[in-house]
């Protein structure tokens, strides 16, 4: 599984994670999405689920601002649109707030549940703040990996106390 970015420049540069990645070699730049890669889209109508692993040979982040997201994504990019299940921001700006994931987090969320959890890992080691999304999403993220039908989240998420998150 190898991790791709297109990159729309809508941030500050300095701050930008898919920019850090592509520094140090671990995703690859792209300027359109082509082929069987699973693309990150809070939007899309299906989750994320281990199974999806079989139909891809990589995960596509969306580098945008959180402000643009919804005209960003009002946009068909191609590959296989995938949203991820609710989790913990754990960057400095949108700390423990769900959903609210820089491009790092949720590529190294999406590894995690579909398998690749030293892919993922080695990502975020690269952010001084991490470890941080890991240790708030840790339990959430290994019964995500062991679901096998979207309809089994919300009782999970009803057992984390998390309701109505959409």
Wanted: proline fraction near 5%; charge should be positive; glycine fraction near 8%.
């Amino acid at each position: 599984m190898y991790v791709q970015v297109l990159m729309l420049k809508q941030d500050d540069p300095k701050k930008c994670t898919a920019a850090k990645l592509v520094k140090f070699g671990l995703a690859r730049p792209i300027g359109r999405i082509q082929g069987s890669t699973i693309v990150l889209d809070p939007f899309a109508k299906t989750t994320l689920l281990r199974k999806d692993a079989r139909i891809a040979n990589s995960v596509t982040g969306i580098d945008c601002s959180w402000n643009l997201a919804d005209s960003t994504f009002a946009k068909r990019f191609g590959g296989i649109p995938r949203k991820l299940p609710p989790l913990l921001a754990g960057n400095p700006v949108n700390y423990a707030k769900i959903g609210k994931l820089t491009t790092v987090e949720a590529i190294a969320g999406a590894l995690f549940i579909l398998g690749y959890g030293d892919l993922a890992r080695s990502l975020l080691d690269k952010f001084n703040w991490g470890h941080t999304f890991f240790e708030l999403n840790e339990n959430l993220l290994n019964d995500y990996a062991h679901l096998e039908l979207e309809e089994q989240i919300e009782p999970l998420l009803r057992e984390y106390g998390i309701a109505n998150v959409d």
